[in-house]
């Protein structure tokens, strides 16, 4: 099941918004953010060029 960040979510403890926000960093940014030392494709695209899953 896929999550998507919302915006406007209200959060009751500010560990849970610390959280939502760490996820959405690790599962969604990082691994679609283009790296310059990657040759400037994601890290997703770097690995389906290797051939790696």
Same mark, same amino acid.
């Given at each position: 099941?896929? @999550? @998507? #960040?919302? *915006?406007?979510?209200?959060?009751?403890? @500010?560990?849970?918004?610390?959280?939502? +926000?760490?996820?959405?960093?690790? *599962?969604?940014? +990082?691994? @679609? #953010?283009? #790296? %310059?030392?990657?040759?400037?494709? %994601?890290? *997703?695209?770097?690995?389906?060029?290797?051939? *790696? %899953?």
């Amino acid at each position: 099941m896929q @999550r @998507r #960040h919302r *915006v406007g979510k209200q959060y009751p403890k @500010r560990e849970e918004a610390t959280q939502d +926000i760490f996820v959405y960093i690790k *599962v969604f940014y +990082i691994r @679609r #953010h283009c #790296h %310059s030392p990657l040759g400037y494709y %994601s890290p *997703v695209e770097v690995q389906a060029r290797m051939g *790696v %899953s």
